[in-house]
Nanobody, 124 residues
């Protein structure tokens, strides 16, 4: 059974940074991809970043502020977010899908397993 658990969310001031974690079990990046998504109040869920064995993609709207990395020993994928603003306030989710990252990192389809989400609030 595949499980995903996000952690690391919280309250951060504008301009600050956070590092989210997605701990996985029953999953390997050799055969699938992990995507990070976010959903702000009143908005649709959108793809943020994706990592698979040979591919890393980020939503272009992030302007290089987010970095996705992996620690295979811990079966964990991280999302580091820098220079945060109030527009980044959302619930952040990680999800797993078979195969590599999709060409369009924004798409939410194709992900079979989702974590419960972690709240990120950017406010002074």
């Amino acid at each position: 059974q595949l499980h995903l658990v996000e952690s690391g969310g919280g309250l951060v001031q504008p301009g600050g940074s956070l590092k989210l974690s997605c701990a996985t079990s029953g999953f390997t990046l050799d055969y699938g991809a992990i995507g990070w998504f976010r959903q702000a109040p009143g908005k649709e869920r959108e793809g943020v970043s994706c990592l698979s064995k040979y591919i890393i993609r980020h939503n272009p709207s992030l302007r290089g502020r987010f970095t996705i990395t992996r620690d295979d020993a811990k079966n964990t994928v991280f999302l580091r977010m820098d220079n945060l603003s109030s527009e980044d306030t959302a619930v952040y989710y990680c999800a797993a899908r078979p195969g590599p990252c999709p060409d369009n990192v924004r798409e939410t389809s194709g992900y079979d397993f989702w974590g419960q989400g972690t709240q990120v609030t950017v406010a002074s």
